[in-house]
């Protein structure tokens, strides 16, 4: 109760010192945004980097459901307590639960409802069903109370289906390994489960009602199901209420109850709600955006709203964080710089988790959902991440104070003492991650990167391309960490393996091309066709050679000289917004939307792309392209998102470019600047004080970029580092109509 009143009293005094806003960040949020097209989010009720996400299913079949909820469906399977948000897989959906009044349905089946009573919003979700029966949730970091009124007279009922699962209907018929339930308390229910999906995982649940049941029967199952499913019956008169308390935890039934016991005994609904809405107001109020209209607070606190619905602490009620769900293919471009300036004091957590990780595993992390790793996608970025905050951190204020730029660019400067031991044991869980073979690692083959300097593709059938550049970053990155720590042998041979893009850019085609293993180019060569998956005749991930042929972050100036300089390389990378916007190729592609010429904005690969116009002297380009983006693919409504939301990465690209700045590099602390889109915002620093960034101007006509200054100086350069934000101040674009103004 104390923690409650806390939340809401911190969450007033950040609306006071915001401004005194009349309506309070959440009621900003519409959760629906991107649940139907490609954005693949949910309107489940969820919890802060919370483990339950507890909501609706209106489906359970192929690609489209990968959260389980597609906004323009009108029926549903039931409510399940766990959810992704915005992914390209599918997985979770714990625990479905369905009010019936009469006969429960011998099998599964959709149950209409009334779409314009449904309420999604952070912390609650409610829906009215076709028969009269509302259902009500409101969640905690573990747990979440649901509300069940019975609107007819009948034989009350509620279905607990525990072999559910979102994974297709076929395969989730056979994905529970293992059920041990306990139904000995008549007003409880409890279980372990082992189940496979994307991963292989276990999960535990114990859940209680306000009312005993007055009998138990177990549906029908086929033989593959291990689940049972119940329909439990209640003396609950017509309108009358069923109150259910449930936890879910990763780590045993024992922990659940105690997640229970901690987080929901004794507490009302009402309450519940209130303290998830107050917990999810302080975290958005991170941010302000005074002057903004109303379809742009929606946009911009939704996608801080989609910022924060993971990494999920999975983790018991009061231990030290344990946090999953990284999709750090994607979220390592924006999102993740993006939490060390909003949540830094969450960063350490989530670096900690992902470095426990890896010491389970024997390699660092590529994909991660329950702690365990799917290896989806390619490269290894939660490495980046990890040396982004090693770059940021691990050096003491005493040492920074005074020394601005200084302290993150002199290699010499010493380690904060205190935390010396740890970085030196995460850089040698990274060296080892990027100099060894792993058992189970299916897409790294160091020997041959150092033998060609590339991934020959009669060698490696598929992605061969797209693997040699993502995993090239990789090496930047840690080279960057043993220079720092004084490794200055092997910082020269990860600077060295991070300049192998060089050996699949052909200067005659001026793209990145596939290469065999006597150093022929791929012939013939089709630079829009896309491809995807490591057993397919292709050199590239979800994308093609048009669109990886930018992905050299770590040296964007010998990028530009490749081309033969600012001029031939604007000229080039214009080309790619204005072809044809076709989509084409073998492998799977649905995720490369959001079409400008052949950028893709809704995959992640290129989100940066729009910013390389800056390193050759064309700031007006990315000034126009990045307005395009957001009056095309952010839009506030459910398919406003242009591609999958991919657990925050997405609304990163918003948030950064709504500032006016983006982590083109996203490893080392510097933003490069683009061109505002929202008249001011406030950054609510976590050490105290405010980072302001405002577009005087502003207009539909002046989207470019005059003049910027920097604390009242103008500022030099394209760029801003970590250490400017974070010391407070404030940054102000002069914007104009004129590209020929445009700096």
Sequence with gaps: MKAFFVAVASAALAACAFGGAERDPASWVDPRIGASANGHTTAAAAYPFGLVQAGPDTGDFHWDYCSGYRDADRSLYGFSQTHLSGTGCPDL????????????PARRAQVPFIKETEVAEPGHYAVTLADGTRCETAVTPHGAIWRFTYAKPGAHRLVVDTQWGLMGLEDMLRHVKRADLDMSD??????SLDVVGWVSRSWHFALETDVPRTGAAELPRTDAEKGPRYALDFDIPEGGTLTV???????????????????????????????????WNELLSVAAIPGADDAAKTSFYTSLYHLFFQPNDISDHGEKPFYSTFSTWDTFRAAHPLYTILVPGRVPGMVDSMLEQGRRTGHMPIWTLWGRD????????????????????????KERKGRKNEWLNNPVNPVNPVKKDYWLAAYAQIKDTLTKPHKGRIKE????????????????????????LECAYDDWCAGK??????????????FRRSENWRNVFDKTERLVRGRDSNGGWRTPFDPLALGHGADLENDFTEGNSWQYTWHVMQNPEGLVAAFGGKNAFAERLDRLFRLPDTVEGAGFTGDVSGLIGQYAHGNEPGHHTAYFFQYAGRGDRTAEIVREVFDKFYLPKPDGLCGNDDCGQMSAWYIFSAMGLYPFNPCGGEYVLGAPQLPKVVLRLAGGGTFAIVAKNLSRANMYVKSVALNGSPLAGFAIRHED????????FEMCSDPKEAR
């Excluded at 934000?725 to 102000?732: A, C, T, W």
């Design 481 to 494: 960490m043993a220079e720092k720590l004084g490794f200055a042998e092997d910082a020269a041979f990860f």
């Design 186 to 191: 008549a007003r409880g229910m409890s279980g």
């Design 245 to 279: 308390r449930l936890a879910i935890s990763a780590n045993g039934v024992a922990a659940a109850k105690r997640n229970l016991a901690a987080e929901l005994a004794g507490r009302g609904f009402d309450e519940v709600k209130a303290s998830a809405r107050a917990a």
């Design 374 to 397: 799917n290896q989806c996608m390619i490269g290894t970025h939660s490495i980046p991440v990890i040396v982004d905050w090693f770059l940021k951190d691990s050096f003491s204020r």
């Design 725 to 732: 934000i974070m010391g407070g101040g404030e940054l102000v």
């Design 445 to 468: 083959r160091w020997d041959l990167v150092d033998r060609y300097g590339y991934y020959p593709f009669d060698v490696i059938k598929g992605e061969s391309v797209s693997r040699l």
């Design 93 to 104: 959906g714990d625990l479905l639960l369905l009010p019936v009044t009469g006969d429960a």
